[in-house]
């Protein structure tokens, strides 16, 4: 079955970066983009960006780009999302996803990591 | 402000039914892209509902319907049970800022 594990929660200090990975299983990791979503704490969902896994392809939303690089490691079938330049607005659930067969519903979600922003 | 735009708040009691609008605009609902609803409950991930409008995943119960109409989509859940008290989140993709959009929201509750 398909399964998107997420690294632990980190706590950073304002200013530094943060390297959140995602790691899939039960399917071929190169044929499914993976998104990455976030949520700050009592809020709504934000789209941040996607990742091609096969050839590395990428696309930001306007708001993180420049701020977040989305990368992977297809030996291990992981993605990575790392934010830079902190600070207390980011402090949020960060969540990797991919889409179900056939579509582009989101079907499949990491159980979420939890950044934290502290100086 | 979300380029996608939901009612904050909905409420019903067991048993009865339920829409949630969400309104975009012909740069995403209304151009043709497709679009998702999500269930979000306290502390969880978000569970795909319904994708391209209108067709369930398997394993979400018939309880859940999907539509679209112009700019707008709308999710009906009728049957209310007190299972489905959550966060509810309409999704598209929107041409003039080439990303994915959410909508802000909807909290259902079970009175």
């Known amino acids: 079955q398909v399964q998107l594990v997420q690294s632990g929660a980190e706590v950073k200090k304002p200013g530094a970066s943060v390297k959140v990975s995602c790691k899939a299983s039960?399917?071929?990791?190169?044929?499914?983009?993976i998104n990455w979503v976030r949520q700050a704490p009592g809020q709504g969902l934000e789209w941040m960006g996607w990742?091609?896994?096969?050839?590395?392809?990428?696309g930001y939303a306007q708001k993180f780009q420049g701020r977040a690089t989305m990368t992977r490691d297809t030996s291990t079938s992981t993605a990575y999302m790392e934010l830079s330049n902190l600070t207390s607005d980011d402090r949020a659930v960060y969540y990797c996803?991919?889409?179900?067969?056939?579509?582009?519903?989101?079907?499949?979600w990491g159980q979420g990591t939890l950044v934290a922003v502290s100086s | 402000q979300s380029v996608l735009t939901q009612p904050p708040s909905v409420s019903g009691a067991p048993g009865q039914r339920v829409t949630i609008s969400c309104t975009g605009t012909s740069s995403n609902i209304g151009a043709g892209y497709a679009g998702h609803w999500y269930q979000q409950r306290p502390g969880t991930a978000p569970k795909l509902l319904i994708y391209?409008?209108?067709n369930r995943p398997s394993g979400v119960p018939d309880r859940f319907s999907g539509s679209k109409s112009g700019t707008s989509a709308s999710l009906a859940i009728s049957g209310l049970q007190a299972d489905d008290e959550a966060d509810y989140y309409c999704?598209?993709?929107?041409?003039?800022?080439?990303?994915?959009?959410f909508g802000g929201g909807t909290k259902l509750t079970v009175v």
């Open positions: 990742m091609n896994p096969y050839n590395g392809e990428v």
């Open positions: 039960g399917y071929t990791f190169a044929h499914s983009d």
């Open positions: 999704q598209s993709f929107d041409s003039s800022l080439s990303a994915w959009v």
């Open positions: 391209g409008y209108t």
């Open positions: 996803s991919r889409h179900i067969e056939g579509g582009t519903g989101q079907g499949y």
